[in-house]
T-cell receptor, first 115, second 112 residues
Framework: EAGVAQSPRYKIIEKRQSVAFWCNPISGHATLYWYQQILGQGPKLLIQFQNNGVVDDSQLPKDRFSAERLKGVDSTLKIQPAKLEDSAVYLC?????????????FGEGSRLTVL | LAKTTQPISMDSYEGQEVNITCSHNNIATNDYITWYQQFPSQGPRFIIQGYKTKVTNEVASLFIPADRKSSTLSLPRVSLSDTAVYYCLVGDRYTNAGKSTFGDGTTLTVKP
């Protein structure tokens, strides 16, 4: 079974530029999450989708971050304009909506460096 | 949401048993306790989940006392490859609320 796919793996941009990350969850997983992980810290939830609807985006900086999950499958996270403090790994995860454990399956992440 | 507290770091040697304790004083009735492991340059990976008493799988054991205000992840006979960050999460089994909230975890370093 294929895992969660993310791209690009690495991205370097100047501050005030824009960037987009893509995620394809495990087939059949209705729930999709985007996390931000700053070096030395645990992952912080940015947004959670159930199919193509947003369940929780309370920690998403909406003035610069946006995310969509059209058709309830893959998802894109965009940052515009980027700030130095956005340098982090952006992790995508998915889970089955009716899972007994709610186990999260993570991709390898997209590492962003803002100069 | 229940807040969790874990040691920032732990050291061990190959072949030893490692116990990592997580405190969650405000755990709710519907909350389950879940542990994840994260290696450098990878996303976290599910290790084990439990509600009460003891749960064991091929990787680890999870001990939860009767009051459920803490839990202990036990890794038997660790090897160098067990060096990783371990996260304790607490969340509602039915709504999934809180299950996605990670703290800063415990960095386990296994030495030869």
């Amino acid at each position: 079974e294929a895992g969660v796919a993310q791209s690009p793996r690495y991205k370097i941009i100047e501050k005030r530029q824009s960037v987009a990350f893509w995620c394809n969850p495990i087939s059949g997983h209705a729930t999709l999450y985007w996390y931000q992980q700053i070096l030395g810290q645990g992952p912080k939830l940015l947004i959670q989708f159930q199919n193509n609807g947003v369940v929780d985006d309370s920690q998403l900086p909406k003035d610069r971050f946006s995310a969509e999950r059209l058709k309830g499958v893959d998802s894109t996270l965009k940052i515009q304009p980027a700030k130095l403090e956005d340098s982090a790994v952006y992790l995508c995860a998915s889970s089955q909506w009716d899972s007994d454990t709610g186990e999260l399956f993570f991709g390898e992440g997209s590492r962003l460096t803002v100069l | 949401l229940a807040k969790t507290t874990q040691p920032i770091s732990m050291d061990s040697y190959e072949g030893q048993e490692v116990n990592i304790t997580c405190s969650h004083n405000n755990i709710a009735t519907n909350d389950y306790i879940t542990w994840y492991q994260q290696f450098p340059s990878q996303g976290p990976r599910f290790i084990i989940q439990g509600y009460k008493t003891k749960v064991t799988n091929e990787v680890a054991s999870l001990f939860i006392p009767a009051d459920r205000k803490s839990s202990t992840l036990s890794l038997p006979r660790v090897s160098l490859s067990d060096t990783a960050v371990y996260y304790c999460l607490v969340g509602d089994r039915y709504t999934n609320a809180g299950k996605s909230t990670f703290g800063d975890g415990t960095t386990l370093t296994v030495k030869p």
